[in-house]
């Protein structure tokens, strides 16, 4: 919107109702339903939106919320299940029943929990069984061997790791599966908010791993549960 120049009328101000188009197609048209990045948005835009979901009914994931975005949401919704970990809330609470393949998410540390973990619930929502595992970071070897047989009984595995990036090529020489390498802003100066550990990702050596943005964990959750949903055509 152009600022106002003194001259004539201030152009009006349009509904926000009336610009939230949800797209209720989606899960007809492409097997998953709609996601709600909240993050952006403030708390008008947010209501309006859940307004939308409630009278459409259609299954929605509510991504990167505050906890004042989550209330906002959980009045209109208050059925809707908020978890703080992942800043995700989901609508209906309860997941679906799970088809396809097995989804495992690993995190390096402790601090990629957060970010594992929308990966995790994302997958589970859509449909599959999903399960984590935590600590296996490349800083101590023997953590992730010691979990060899958790790896390999997965159909396709997300790992999360910020700092160098390392474990998604360490898991995909391991295995026989895709792997989703999450990169994270977890790091010290030099990782630069992720950057760092998506390029180590981008540049594995390991064949079989495909990258997903920083800290996306919705993105990686996502395609995991379309990898392993055993769909072919």
């Not at 201030?10 to 909240?38: K, S």
Request: hydrophobic share 45%; proline share 8%; charged share 15%.
């Amino acid at each position: 919107m152009c600022p106002h120049n003194g001259m004539g009328d201030l152009p009006a101000i349009p509904n926000i109702a009336e610009q939230v188009f949800l797209d209720v197609e989606r899960t007809r048209r492409r097997g998953y339903p709609e996601a709600v990045l909240c993050e952006p948005k403030s708390i008008p835009q947010l209501t309006h939106i859940a307004e939308k979901v409630r009278d459409s009914g259609e299954q929605t994931l509510f991504t990167r919320a505050n906890p004042e975005q989550a209330e906002a949401v959980a009045e209109v919704l208050p059925d809707a299940v908020y978890h703080g970990q992942a800043r995700l809330l989901a609508w209906p609470p309860e997941p679906p029943e799970p088809s396809g393949g097995k989804v495992l998410v690993a995190s390096a540390g402790t601090s990629d929990v957060p970010v594992a973990m929308e990966a995790h619930l994302t997958a589970t929502y859509l449909g599959r069984a999903s399960r984590t595992i935590c600590d296996v970071g490349v800083a101590g070897l023997h953590r992730v061997l010691s979990r060899l047989a958790d790896l390999r009984s997965a159909d396709v595995i997300v790992v999360a790791a910020g700092m160098d990036g390392a474990l998604p090529s360490v898991v995909a020489g391991l295995v026989e599966v895709p792997v989703i390498a999450l990169p994270t802003s977890v790091g010290y100066g030099a990782a630069f908010g992720g950057i760092g550990p998506l390029l180590s990702m981008l540049n594995a050596c390991a064949p079989g791993v495909a990258v997903v943005n920083i800290d996306n964990g919705y993105g990686a959750g996502h395609l995991a549960a379309q990898i392993a949903s055993g769909r072919s055509r």
